[in-house]
């Protein structure tokens, strides 16, 4: 179910280009949070669902009722802690809200969930999300074995690196060395799990070295712990 055990933080504004900047985010769970560019809202990777299998380890920021109207919903991976379509039963504004995904299997679960601007990612895709927000789709390189996406934000003050299920520091590097330096990184740093024997996400060391190669300033860590 969806839990309501929401802590209700204060959202973190971040500075950005020598003054505040207009981000504000807030951390929701795993690699779940909001991200605020004025009136601009984006929810990455939700997860709001507890699983008999499947625990957060921390309290919800928000709960799904809590939410505003979203101006999209940003998803890196089809895995349940990353893609929470259930969550969103409730939610009045499936029509005014873009969905994107990384495979078709996420964009079927998306429009059945009542969503109807859904849209299938591949790598070197670029998105206006709003006339503020435009968004770039870029390759993950290796990671799980199911297909994921990094992802970076972009408005006229400041530019977000979003890595939900980020593995490979390299793919990051080199899109770093090419393109001008993001001001705030989200990438996971627990180093989690084992698939077929085979590490999912980054850990804190290499979190901070893919940040760095991407020139950002500030970095907020996702999937912190996971039970």
Known sequence: RASDD????????????????ALAVTRVANACALLQFDDDVVLTDPWFTEHWYLHRGER???TPRDLPRL???LGSHLFVNHWDMRAFAEYPHKRETMVIACNARMARSARGA?????RETAPGDEIAISERVRLEVLPAGTG???????YVLN?????????GEALDVGAIARYGAIHPPV???????????????????MNAREAVEAAAATGARTQVASAPSMS
């Open 155 to 163: 408005t006229d003050e400041v530019r977000v690196l979003f890595g």
């Open 60 to 62: 919800l920021g928000r």
């Open 114 to 118: 009542g969503f109807t601007d859904v």
């Open 71 to 73: 101006a999209a919903i």
């Open 6 to 21: 929401a802590a209700g933080p204060t959202p973190a504004v971040v500075r950005a280009g020598g003054g505040v900047s």
């Open 144 to 150: 799980s074995a199911a297909a994921n996406r990094n």
């Open 183 to 201: 001001d705030v990184a989200l990438l996971p740093v627990n180093g989690a799990g084992v698939w077929l024997g085979q590490r999912l996400v």
